[in-house]
């Protein structure tokens, strides 16, 4: 994820994630113009923050673990027709294991992390066969 900055008087603290995750889907729902999937996974990697302008600058590194769930609506391909059409619209969310803060000395928490973070998306496709 791209790196943040909290300005907190008299400075400011940098926060930044790099993570990767594997994810298994199971299709609950298929017929043939609508299909449904339930994921599940594991998410692993590092948390960083920076502290600058304080009397004691610092910095901290932390693993980092979250469980990403999720639901995809597939809106299928009709193959008895020529052009056809295919959308595919994800839900999901990313709770991570451990609620971990930053704190700068004197002013308390800094970074907070949010306890679940949401993300969708929405793919489409068109398809010819002669």
Known sequence: LPGT?????????????????AELCFQALRTKSLGGELCAGFAAGAQSATAR???????ADQPW?????GLVVDLGQDERRA????????????IPTDHRTFSVDGL???????PVAGWFWLTGALSFAP
Do not use: K
């Not at 302008?53 to 910095?59: E, F, L």
């Not at 673990?65 to 769930?69: I, L, N, S």
């Open 83 to 94: 052009l056809s059409e295919h959308l595919r619209l994800g839900l999901g969310a990313l």
């Open 108 to 114: 308390g928490n800094v970074v907070d992390p949010a």
């Open 5 to 21: 900055t909290n300005e907190v008087p008299p400075g400011a603290v940098r926060f930044e994630l790099l993570a990767g995750s």
């Open 53 to 59: 302008g304080y009397g004691n600058d610092s910095s």
């Open 65 to 69: 673990f979250a469980v990403p769930v």
